[in-house]
């Protein structure tokens, strides 16, 4: 499970942002990272950074072909590890010189310090229906009938998906949220700190040594977390992104 991954004091985590021309903030906060008025030691990308990302269908690579330059321009200089979610995958060639892990790489383990950290979007244990659909939409000749269908069909499709997904309440409350959890993680990992997003619920629990981590997302109010060195008592330091850095 080791993928030689060794997390900075410093790094950005961001989680959920779901960029699209409705949730532009996002931009915003890379472009400041691109300006060098934020300085980040390492900026890790914790899935669905994007509303809809998908390598091989060019329509959503053309909407978001300037977020993705930024960030291409940006891992020359600085180490980015990139967590596909289930909004974004089959990233590998849109993302070159970042550290991209798929579905079925996570979760991935970290060192800090001398502590072991597991990171993952946080969809990777779902029912038998969501993995059979996650193997299917990521399949590349799927995908390639997919961008051929959008294509002639003035981009119906993916006009139709982003309608229901500006539907969508990104920062509801999920009630049971622990008793769930426990049954996901506990006794499953060997690990100092467990990191995910996906359910966008910016809380943390400690089931006996484990400390699970579920970040809050970029979508709801800007959030990201700050890396910051394991004496604290805190791993990670949550920040809210202005335009005013």
């Known amino acids: 499970m ?48 994007f509303d809809a990302l998908f390598g091989g269908v060019d329509y959503t690579l053309e909407l978001n072909d300037k977020l993705v330059g930024m960030l291409n321009e940006i891992s020359k200089d600085i180490e980015i590890i990139y967590l596909e979610g289930n909004h974004d995958f089959n990233l590998k060639n849109v993302f070159k010189n970042a550290k991209v892990f798929t579905i079925s790489q996570h979760p991935i383990t970290c060192t800090y310090e001398d502590k072991i950290i597991l990171l993952a979007h946080g969809d990777f244990e779902s029912d038998i229906g969501y993995r059979i659909y996650t193997l299917l939409i990521r399949n590349r000749y799927i995908l390639w009938v997919l961008n051929i269908i959008d294509s002639i069909s003035n981009h119906s499709i993916l006009k139709n998906v982003d309608k229901h997904l500006n539907k969508k309440n990104d920062c509801k409350e999920f009630v049971g949220f622990k008793e769930f959890i426990k049954g996901r993680i506990f006794n499953k990992y060997r690990c100092d700190y467990f990191i995910e997003g996906h359910y966008h619920q910016n809380k943390s629990f400690v089931f006996d040594d484990l400390t699970y981590i579920n970040l809050g997302a970029f979508a709801c109010n800007q959030r990201y977390f700050s890396v910051k060195s394991s004496k604290d008592i805190k791993l990670l330091e949550e920040r809210i992104f202005s335009k005013e850095v």
């Open 2 to 49: 080791s993928h030689n991954i060794e997390l900075k004091e410093g790094a950005f985590i961001i989680a959920d942002a779901h960029f699209s021309h409705l949730r532009v903030e996002l931009f915003e906060f890379i472009k400041a990272i691109y300006e060098k008025k934020l300085n980040p030691t390492q900026l890790i990308l914790m899935g669905d950074i």
